[in-house]
């Protein structure tokens, strides 16, 4: 499976959290939204910055501000940039999960393991991914090797 087939049958598969799906669905797909992401976080960062340049103009040689000059904060940009990166995130939110569900569903684990985002732990979710899925049919269905075969 290649990029845009990880892509297509992702999103396609959004709120599918049940089944199962080969390493390189949930790979590229990964891969895919980590491309989208970054940048849209770099863009999102860089427009609520520009909310504290007017406060940046007015700092003095030595690091001081003016008496007053907290209220000099265009907080529209702040709230755009902020805005921007949480559409991004809840938008591609679901599809993520549902893929990682689906991958660990391909291990013969449960996506019970994704509460571990929640902790802080979203790494082993993401290292039990790296596994080879089971051979043959499990308990969340038919091995989607031997389909595409």
């Known amino acids: 499976m290649g990029l845009g087939d990880a892509i297509a049958v992702c999103l396609r598969k959004y709120g599918d959290f049940s089944g199962r799906a080969r390493r390189s669905e949930f790979w ?8 989208f992401v970054i940048p849209v976080m ?3 960062v860089f427009i609520m910055s520009s909310a504290f340049v007017p406060l940046v103009e007015q700092m003095a040689p030595d ?6 000059a907290t209220g000099d904060i265009n907080w ?5 940039g902020l805005a921007l990166m949480a559409a991004v995130f809840l938008g591609l939110l679901f599809p993520t999960l549902a893929a990682t569900s689906r991958r660990l569903h391909d291990v013969g684990l449960s996506a019970a393991w994704l509460w571990l985002y929640v902790i802080g732990l979203g790494i082993v979710p993401l290292i039990m991914c790296v ?4 051979a043959g049919e499990n308990d969340h269905g038919p091995d989607p090797r031997a389909a595409v075969s």
């Not at 590229?28 to 491309?35: D, E, H, I, S, T």
């Not at 529209?76 to 755009?80: K, Q």
């Open 28 to 35: 590229w797909f990964f891969f895919a939204v980590q491309l």
């Open 42 to 44: 770099f863009i999102g």
């Open 63 to 68: 690091g001081t501000l003016p008496a007053g």
């Open 76 to 80: 529209l940009p702040f709230y755009l």
């Open 131 to 134: 596994f080879e899925g089971e």
